[in-house]
Nanobody
Framework: QVQLQESGGGLVRPGGSLRLSCAASGSIFNTYLMGWYRQVPGKQRELVADISSSGSTNYADSVKGRFTISKDSAPPREVTIYLQMNGLNTEDTAVYYC????????WGQGTQVTVSS
């Protein structure tokens, strides 16, 4: 079992920045993939960025150059990933979900990000 705890959402003005965090604890495998997804009402959940246990990263085209995903694997059996979001615009408004893929697939509860003037 893996537990995911997200934090860092909120309201920000266009052009502003936010940092999301997702702490994974429990049965963390040596090989895993973690990422951030987002969803707006009426649309499918979409990948924002992900990072593998080896540190390889992948970004949606819409966020390349603005968002940065990173991870911290200390202490053992815990992993925290971060999503640094810069240059936010109104199209980034969504509920952001953390995902852990190891032996099983887990999702966080979601955190709201609202970009508005």
């Amino acid at each position: 079992q893996v537990q995911l705890q997200e934090s860092g959402g909120g309201l920000v003005r266009p052009g502003g920045s936010l940092r999301l965090s997702c702490a994974a604890s429990g049965s963390i495998f040596n090989t895993y993939l973690m990422g951030w997804y987002r969803q707006v009402p009426g649309k499918q959940r979409e990948l924002v960025a992900d990072i593998s246990s080896s540190g390889s990263t992948n970004y949606a085209d819409s966020v390349k150059g603005r968002f940065t995903i990173s991870k911290d694997s200390a202490p053992p059996r815990e992993v925290t990933i971060y999503l640094q979001m810069n240059g936010l615009n109104t199209e980034d408004t969504a509920v952001y979900y953390c995902r852990y893929i190891g032996r099983h697939d887990y999702w966080g509860q979601g955190t709201q990000v609202t970009v508005s003037s």
